[in-house]
């Protein structure tokens, strides 16, 4: 045997596991790849036998070159460049093109790229018009944009087509070029505004801005700081591996749905208030507080565990430490703060955060402020009311939906179906209504 090999044989025996069958005395060994051990080799010695994994709080449901996320060390890479970086020095759109196209883009294709989604940002009539305006007069905004997208695929059948690589690339641009106008669209129904037409000359986070605020200037400017702030928040929000919503992405895009109803999907997965819905909740919470001598008997009740209640925006499945994310936020607040004035719950925020980040319970199950703890605060400063910060949170995560469905597509990957632990009654005959 070779050195070569021998050094081979002596790396797969010490990144391996063995399992044994204690049925029947059967052993075999899995070699540890990319940290994981392969479910199908499992299933050789074990076929029928299933890991038990609800939440799949233990499984890895794929390979992805996309984001990079260490929750213990508190590190967010997306295609190796640190979240840190791409905050302090790119846009929303690069970070867009990056996400999809694995590289950031030299000048000519950042050019094209932004020329493409500013051109495909206007929508169809027909959904503003008999779509949109058919919702009741108190319709959620997020419930709005969850249905619009799915819509959307009735207007692009091209959009089935998705292993054509022309027609593929439209509908992503389609998606991250619609998704403000939607969100916009659907926030100006709910307030009872008309609707703002998309602006070409303006950037993407600007152009938004204009859509959501303008009233009757012909052209408007939004204040620069909050432009970037927005985009900011945009880029710190692009894309999160394998979370809830982009799980959803990847399940329903598995069936070779076409993208906008998988994207729909994925959105209606953010809907929920343990997801895209926390910096909402994060706001009630501090207003229910109401003042930052109530923080300390807040702290008391959650605790105590009795009401059911939780520190809104602490806490996370996969970060274990303090969220890279919410530390950019928190700077970026201070920014949106000097030209908005200061939100006043900030400082019930900052007590909650000094008062938490020193107590037991908190530390020991290594509960930091996550994303959403700061977010909130920054959008209501902005002017947005509560039920648009899911519908902030779903226009940057279309990029990273579509990474996943476009990296997923190529993989050739089957379609997702997990299988279950029977629990249910053994057979039994049918009983007749009369005789029940
Ligand atoms: N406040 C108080 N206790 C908490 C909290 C919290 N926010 N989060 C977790 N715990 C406790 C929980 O009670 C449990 O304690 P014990 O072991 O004594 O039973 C322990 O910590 C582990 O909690 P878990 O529910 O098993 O953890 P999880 O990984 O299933 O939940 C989470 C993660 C984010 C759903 C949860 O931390 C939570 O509900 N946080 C508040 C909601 C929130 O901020 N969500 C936004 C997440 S970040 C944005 C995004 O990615 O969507």
Redo the contacts with the bound molecule.
Sequence with gaps: MSTHNQELEALLVAESITITDNRSGESMEIPIVNGGVSAEEWAKLLPGIWFFDP?FMSTAACESAITYLDGDAGILRYRGYPIEELAERSTYLEVAYLLLNGELPNEAQFSEWKHDVTYHTFIHENVRKRFLEGFHYDAHPMGMLVSAVAALSTFYLDAKDIFDPESRNKQIIRLIAKMPTLAAAAHRFSVGMPFVYPDNTLDFAPNFLSMLWKVAEPHYEADPVLARALDILFILHAD?EQ??STTAMRVVGSSHSDPYSATAAAAAA?YG????G?NE??IRMLTEIGSVENVPDFIAT??A?TSG?????????VYKSY?PRAKIIKRTADEVFAVTGKNPLLDIALKLEEIALNDE??TS?K?YP????YSGLIYQAMGFPLEMFPVLFAIPRTAGWLAHWQEMLDQESKIARPRQLYIGPEPRAYTPIDAR
């Design positions: 939440a999160h979370n809830c953010l208030p343990r997801h895209g926390a909740a994060v959650v605790k565990g209640q939780r520190l809104q925006g602490f806490g996370h499945r969220d319970y908190f199950r509960l996550n994303v959403d703890f």
